[in-house]
């Protein structure tokens, strides 16, 4: 089977990576109302979130795909690392498909454009579905060297691709073992793995998967792009700042998304800090030339909307 052609089995073990913590997380809610939620299993699943989601946004996004900055390579390894615990494919895969939607971003080609079968109110439910979970099942996967040959020359992030059912089973395992360990008890355990792993996995995927679909499909339009992408701001947080999506895609190598007055962007704080401590260097902050230059222009004029501030500009 060709690395380019996705085998039954694969898609079976995708689906079944998709479905189990689906349903944990909507089994979650009546499993709180009724046992309760305790702080300790909150906390670790909330740790977990953080360092696997910024190996997304930090790591697989603005680093390995867009070259937003160029990282030490301790710093390089945890990110592919902590990426791959978010259980969203090796960095190679991932990178090579986000590559792929900039290239064709909503037109042919497009990996999980909700366009895909047109503008109707059914085409357009059948592309949210396509561009939020459908996509991954195609069988037919975009070409590794093609789209990621400086991935796949990186020895580091090709063999941490290589080696990604070990970060899969520390990404499940970390919770329970630490919950089992906290509370010396089994029920700790089994706790912590139900919201620690399968919640924490199933609700990081839902909002990765989100700026795939809500942002092609609803929210603002502030900048020029090629495609349909758009800034939708009750996603910012939980996606540490992915959901400014359009000018992520009317500046790709941009570090920094949430370029606009109240657009908190949580990923580049954590690039910002990374650059004071010299962990990374060459970081491609926002030109504020640019980003005017990008308005729309029925979006300029207000003082609330301005663009980045004197302090959010590249020193």
């Given at each position: 089977?060709?690395?380019?052609?996705?085998?039954?089995?694969?898609?079976?073990?995708?689906?079944?990576?998709?479905?189990?913590?689906?349903?944990?997380?909507?089994?979650?809610?009546?499993?709180?109302?009724?046992?309760?939620?305790?702080?300790?299993?909150?906390?670790?699943?909330?740790?977990?979130?953080?360092?696997?989601g910024?190996?997304?946004?930090?790591?697989?996004?603005?680093?390995?795909?867009?070259?937003?900055?160029?990282?030490?390579?301790?710093?390089?390894?945890?990110?592919?690392?902590?990426?791959?615990?978010?259980?969203?494919?090796?960095p190679?895969?991932?990178v090579?498909?986000?590559r792929?939607?900039?290239r064709?971003?909503?037109?042919?080609?497009?990996?999980?454009?909700?366009?895909?079968?047109?503008?109707?109110?059914?085409?357009?439910?059948?592309?949210?579905?396509?561009?939020?979970?459908?996509?991954?099942?195609d069988?037919?996967?975009?070409?590794?060297?093609?789209?990621?040959?400086?991935?796949?020359?990186?020895?580091?992030?090709?063999r941490?691709s290589?080696?990604?059912?070990?970060?899969?089973?520390?990404?499940?395992?970390?919770?329970?073992?630490?919950?089992?360990?906290?509370?010396?008890?089994?029920?700790?355990?089994?706790?912590?793995?139900?919201?620690?792993?399968?919640?924490?996995?199933?609700?990081?995927?839902?909002?990765?998967?989100?700026?795939?679909?809500?942002?092609?499909?609803?929210?603002?339009?502030?900048?020029?792009?090629?495609?349909?992408?758009?800034?939708?701001?009750?996603?910012?947080?939980?996606?540490?700042?992915?959901?400014?999506?359009?000018l992520?895609?009317?500046?790709p190598?941009?570090?920094?998304?949430?370029?606009l007055?109240?657009?908190?962007?949580?990923?580049?704080?954590?690039?910002?800090?990374?650059?004071?401590?010299?962990?990374?260097?060459?970081?491609?902050?926002?030109?504020?030339?640019?980003?005017?230059?990008?308005?729309?222009?029925?979006?300029?004029?207000?003082?609330?909307?301005?663009?980045?501030?004197?302090?959010?500009?590249?020193?």
């Amino acid at each position: 089977m060709s690395e380019d052609r996705q085998s039954r089995w694969q898609r079976l073990l995708l689906g079944l990576f998709i479905l189990v913590p689906s349903l944990a997380l909507a089994a979650a809610v009546p499993v709180a109302w009724g046992w309760g939620l305790g702080w300790r299993d909150v906390v670790i699943a909330v740790v977990l979130y953080v360092i696997t989601g910024l190996g997304i946004t930090v790591g697989y996004h603005r680093h390995f795909t867009h070259g937003s900055f160029k990282a030490a390579r301790p710093l390089r390894i945890a990110l592919a690392i902590a990426g791959s615990m978010a259980i969203e494919g090796p960095p190679v895969r991932w990178v090579a498909d986000h590559r792929k939607h900039h290239r064709f971003s909503d037109r042919e080609g497009d990996p999980h454009s909700p366009w895909k079968y047109g503008d109707s109110g059914l085409a357009l439910a059948k592309g949210f579905w396509h561009a939020h979970v459908g996509w991954m099942f195609d069988v037919n996967q975009t070409p590794l060297p093609q789209y990621a040959p400086d991935l796949l020359a990186d020895r580091d992030v090709a063999r941490i691709s290589r080696w990604f059912p070990l970060w899969v089973a520390v990404s499940l395992l970390a919770a329970p073992v630490i919950g089992g360990a906290a509370t010396w008890s089994w029920q700790g355990a089994l706790t912590a793995f139900l919201w620690g792993s399968l919640v924490r996995v199933a609700l990081l995927h839902h909002v990765t998967w989100s700026v795939n679909s809500i942002c092609h499909l609803f929210g603002k339009r502030q900048f020029a792009s090629r495609d349909r992408s758009t800034n939708v701001w009750w996603l910012s947080l939980p996606s540490f700042g992915e959901s400014w999506h359009n000018l992520h895609h009317a500046e790709p190598t941009s570090a920094r998304h949430g370029v606009l007055r109240g657009q908190a962007d949580p990923s580049a704080w954590i690039i910002r800090i990374l650059e004071r401590l010299g962990w990374a260097a060459d970081v491609r902050w926002p030109d504020p030339t640019r980003i005017a230059a990008r308005r729309i222009p029925t979006m300029r004029g207000r003082d609330d909307n301005s663009a980045i501030s004197s302090r959010e500009r590249p020193s």
